[in-house]
């Protein structure tokens, strides 16, 4: 799980506050205004500055991650540095659909805010208004114009951004709020009459304040969007913090200001709450009329269709950056990673989010609904955006950018909050919390059956190359290396370092000594103890040549494979290492076998010459047949062995003749992805054609520093060494690795490359 590929940074600090304002400034407020309003009453007005205190708590969070892992993919990259691959597909397939679904309410928005411009352009032409105008298949064909444009425009440049739509909107809505201002000072309510306006303040009680904060959250999103596109920013520790605080400063200083002028001048003739259930769609323009006239109602509808059209853009492109960077990491298919030649945009994921977008437009009812939807997804998100920080910060420290004031107070408060919202939507809004919990249990059955070998590979092998991850996870795996051969102790010490990053997992070093059968008088040891001894005297003394810090263990057992198992259950190993001299049929169908068959953990079967270490390993030969139910171990190994030097991996098939073309062109494109998801640009795929696959193999690795194997376990863990990897593994001389992974047997291979022979 490499870092995907993403265009030159391009946007500057204006530009990155451009695709923050352009999602959350006008769009969210034109659309929902008259949604609080009907909801609660005039305090609309702490609705939307609740939701801000909420947000600006929120930014903090976004702008430290943001500065600490500054590429694109947003909440998404920041759980997948941060959590498991399991967790972080479940936080990017919800965050996609939130910004779809805000793309949903845009589109619809705009398609509202149309109406009156057609409508007026009818009755200058015809003299009458046609009654198909404004009915909802028409407002459909309305939205999903839109969607096909911007669609059209994302696949022409690498950035897709304009920011004409957003510098008219900011300007329209500063002249508005002037000139209500104006209004209200030149022209003042009698006596009483501005503060009967505001009364009753609270419509519907906290119940509604609550349900308006719900409704209208979305209209405060749009900052999380300069971290989705984090990827393309300059200078990204400092940009991006601060393009997300500009960004939500001027949403704020813009709707507050407009809230109260619609309540204190822009409904002078009936109860706000009155005029907001009438027609909550276009309220802010009805109202701007008032103290506008006509003028100020068509320069609200103008700043409407600009507000809808700039957000419906940001959130497109959000949208495909998130689906963009998870399919580089195979938490959706790597297709949606591709880039067109020339622009550099990632045409796949732009069209699949369009097409997701284009389908909710006609299966959403309203702007209302659309809004609530959009809150509650983003709301779960940025709760789990609060907890991601606050794990980072516990586990890796202060960042040397941008820090969260009053850690972890700011975290704490602001993800409870979210939480809050979120559940009291979920409850009061049914159909959001519905459809959240339906597309949830879609991307859980596409995961499973689809993603996942792929995902995980692609995952072990990020840790593998970067520890960091490892780190950030919490996580700090055991490898366990039993050494009863002093020959092999310094191969396996050294193989042991390259699978047990430093500083982060750990080497456990393991003689087992079988009880004497009468112990020596005095304070002397039984010679197995001392043999033991100099044994990891030796190891530990390698070790600190590696510069490899392990722990060793000496301890007594007449089985010693069973005590090896005992020590592997004890210290929760994930990795098992294990030498072997000759590969005799008693050996692997025997206590190894046993062994194999007691421990949960991948287990790394080593034979080499004592001399050997992994620095020689520098061509890599891995014969497969093309399944995933060895990737993990297999890509975490190989990741691992990269880590410290370039590799010349390739990964061989071996096919008869007779199979024919159409299947030797399957099982190689097959091969190609298998290499590309386990290692990534060092590895290549190599076919074979002939009828005998030992052969083959034994002939590709004369020429071969390394070749690894794998094998898999029965439902019951026991090991199944088929004859063919036998057949492989004595055929050949070069410094040899067996593998198994502890979940192989949950994997079903996806063909047969490597052939049938011997099965």
């Known amino acids: 799980m490499t870092d995907p590929p993403s265009p030159e940074r391009h946007l500057g600090l204006l530009g990155a506050t451009g695709v923050g304002v352009g999602a959350i400034v006008g769009g969210g407020i034109l659309a929902l205004a008259g949604v609080a309003f009907a909801t609660t009453g005039p305090s609309a007005i702490v609705a939307f500055g609740l939701n801000g205190c909420i947000a600006f708590l929120t930014v903090f969070s976004f702008a430290e991650l943001a500065a600490r892992f500054p590429q694109s993919g947003g909440t998404y990259t920041y759980a997948r540095k941060v959590l498991t691959v399991e967790v972080a597909f479940a936080v990017g397939w919800v965050v996609w659909f939130a910004s779809v679904v805000a793309a949903v309410l845009y589109a619809m928005g705009f ?13 200058l032409v015809n003299g009458e208004v046609p009654g198909w105008i404004g009915t909802r298949p028409a407002l459909i064909v309305y939205a999903l114009a839109a969607v096909g444009y911007y669609k ?13 739509e957003t510098v008219g909107k900011v300007v329209v809505f500063a002249v508005v709020v002037v000139a209500g201002f104006f209004a209200l000072a030149t022209e003042p309510p009698p006596p009483g009459a501005l503060g009967a306006s505001f009364r009753p303040f609270f419509a519907e009680g906290f119940a509604g304040l609550a349900q308006a904060m719900g409704y209208t959250f979305i209209a405060l999103q749009g900052f999380d969007l300069i971290a989705a596109v984090g990827g393309e920013v300059r200078d990204a520790e400092r940009n991006l913090p601060r393009s997300m605080f500009l960004s939500l400063g001027t949403a704020l200083a813009i709707y507050l200001p407009l809230l109260f002028l619609i309540v204190a001048v822009g409904t002078p003739d009936r109860p706000i709450v009155e005029a907001a259930a009438a027609n909550p769609e276009i309220l802010v323009a009805d109202a701007v009329r008032n103290f506008m006239g006509p003028a100020g109602y068509w320069l609200v509808v103008a700043a409407g269709l600009l507000s809808m059209l700039s957000a419906l853009q940001a959130n497109l492109l959000a949208a495909s950056r998130f689906a963009r960077t998870m399919g580089a990491d195979r938490t959706l298919p790597p297709r949606l990673a591709h880039h067109a030649p020339g622009t550099g945009a990632p045409t796949a994921a732009i069209r699949l989010s369009a097409i997701v977008v284009a389908l909710l437009i006609v299966a959403v009812p309203d702007v209302a609904a659309a ?36 850690f972890p107070l700011v975290p704490l408060v602001g993800g409870s909050a979210c939480l809050v919202i979120g559940l009291y939507q979920a409850v009061a809004v049914p159909p959001a919390g519905v459809l959240a919990a339906v597309w949830l249990g879609v991307g859980a059955v596409l995961y499973s059956l689809y993603l996942a070998p792929r995902a995980r590979a692609v995952d072990a092998s990020t840790e593998a190359r970067n520890p960091e991850v490892m780190k950030l996870r919490g996580r700090r795996p ?13 191969t396996l010490v050294t193989m042991g370092r390259a699978l047990a990053p430093p ?21 002397g040891l039984p010679q197995g103890v001392r043999d033991a001894q100099a044994v990891l005297g030796g190891a530990l003394g390698t070790a600190l040549r590696v510069d490899l810090r392990p722990e060793a263990l000496i301890t007594l057992h007449g089985d010693p494979w069973s005590e090896i198992a005992r020590v592997a259950e004890a210290t929760r190993c994930e990795s098992l290492l294990l030498g072997v001299g000759e590969l005799d049929d008693s050996l692997m169908t025997g206590p190894l076998a046993g062994l194999i068959a007691a421990v949960d953990a991948d287990v790394v079967i080593l034979r080499a010459p004592s001399d050997w270490t992994p620095d020689n390993a520098r061509r890599i030969l891995v014969p497969s047949r093309g399944g995933r ?11 691992s062995l990269s880590r410290t030097a370039t590799r010349d991996v390739a990964f061989l098939g071996v096919l008869s003749e007779k199979a024919g073309p159409g299947v030797h062109k399957r099982a190689f494109r097959d091969l190609e992805r298998l290499a590309r998801d386990e290692v990534g640009t060092d590895a290549h795929a190599e076919l074979a054609i002939g009828d005998d696959v030992v052969a083959e193999v034994a002939k590709r690795a004369q020429d071969t520093d390394l070749l690894i194997l794998g094998f898999h376990r029965s439902g019951r863990r026991r090991a ?31 063909s047969s490359i490597l052939g049938r022979a011997g099965r």
Not at 111 to 123: D, Q, T
Not at 391 to 406: E, W
Not at 629 to 639: E, H, N
């Open 111 to 123: 398609a509202v805010f149309l109406v009156p411009f057609l409508e007026r352009i009818a009755l």
């Open 152 to 164: 059209w425009r994302l696949t022409r440049a690498a950035s897709g951004v304009s920011q004409w």
């Open 371 to 406: 809004g609530a939807m959009a809150s509650l997804i983003f709301l779960a998100c940025f709760a789990l955006t609060h907890k991601i920080g606050y794990l980072a910060r516990r586990r890796t420290g202060k960042p040397s950018g941008f820090r969260t004031p009053a």
């Open 478 to 490: 055991v490898v366990l290396v039993p050494i009863a051969n002093p020959a092999n102790a310094e």
């Open 503 to 523: 500083e982060v997992s750990r080497v456990q070093l393991l003689s087992v000594v079988s009880p004497p059968g009468r112990y020596p008088e005095g304070d």
């Open 629 to 639: 139910d060895q990737s993990p171990v297999r890509a975490r190994l190989l990741g």
């Open 720 to 750: 199944v060494f088929s004859t063919l990897m036998l057949k492989i593994a004595r055929a050949t001389e070069c410094p040899l690795l067996m593998i198994s992974h502890r979940r192989g047997a949950a994997l079903l291979p996806e």
